[in-house]
């Protein structure tokens, strides 16, 4: 089983900069496909970015030029990188891997909220 744990949310004020953690129990260095997802209140879950095991990124429209994925296969983790935060970035954040299976993880998630 994989867990993951996200770290790095807090409140901002907009403009600011947050940065988002989430270890993995477990290595990473053959998962094809790590990244974040969102979800702000009355909204579905939402792909933010991903980043393959070649370093292959993808970013929502949204977040392009402001938010950077990364990922230290060395740790076990994968960075978000957030900068030039907005209001409408308000969200839980969580980490998703997908397996070579194809099986999905998440993780539980952390909060981020931008006040304007």
């Known amino acids: 089983q994989v867990q993951l744990v996200e770290s790095g949310g807090g409140s901002v004020q907009a403009g600011g900069s947050l940065r988002l953690s989430c270890a993995a129990s477990?290595?990473?260095?053959?998962?094809?496909?790590m990244g974040w997802y969102r979800q702000a209140p009355g909204n579905q879950r939402e792909l933010v970015a991903t980043?393959?095991?070649?370093?292959?990124?993808n970013y929502a429209d949204s977040v392009k030029g402001r938010f950077t994925v990364s990922r230290d296969n060395a740790r076990a983790t994968v960075y978000l990188q957030m900068n030039s935060l907005k209001p409408e970035d308000t969200a839980d954040y969580y980490c998703?891997?997908?397996?070579?299976?194809?099986?999905?993880?998440w993780g539980k998630g952390t909060l981020v909220t931008v006040a304007s």
């Open positions: 477990v290595s990473i260095f053959s998962i094809p496909l």
């Open positions: 998703n891997v997908q397996m070579a299976s194809g099986r999905n993880h």
């Open positions: 980043i393959t095991t070649r370093g292959n990124t």
